[in-house]
């Protein structure tokens, strides 16, 4: 789980945001839907031989 929220912080834009000014709960909501959408259907994954999980599962 720590790795995932990492990941999550650095992908998203989180860790950008906030050096700017403090998000909104709104803002890190979307942020947190974006980042989960993209990381099940888009993310190139290196288990899954560098495919994103999509395509795997298909």
Known sequence: M???FGTLKVE????????IRTPTEKEVRALIDNFITY???ERIQKNLGWQPPV???A
């Open 2 to 4: 720590e790795h995932f």
């Open 55 to 57: 395509e795997k599962s």
């Open 12 to 19: 998203s834009g989180y860790n950008e945001l906030i050096k």
């Open 39 to 41: 990381y099940n259907n």
